[in-house]
């Protein structure tokens, strides 16, 4: 998760809202992107395993 959000301010984004843990396993952040959208990014374990089954 932190690797992407280095990547989106890498390449211009600034940030929004830090990481932030939403529950156990969900973790979410925003940032602006040089053309003033919010993009948001998240981490869910949840997901992943149940799209691992």
């Not at 890498?10 to 003033?36: K, N």
């Amino acid at each position: 998760m932190q690797g992407a959000l280095d990547r989106l301010l890498s390449l211009g984004a600034t940030p929004y809202m830090p990481l932030t843990e939403q529950g156990p396993g969900f973790v979410t952040a925003s940032v602006v992107d040089p053309f003033g959208n919010v993009l948001g990014v998240m981490y869910n374990q949840h997901y992943l395993e149940i799209l691992g089954r």
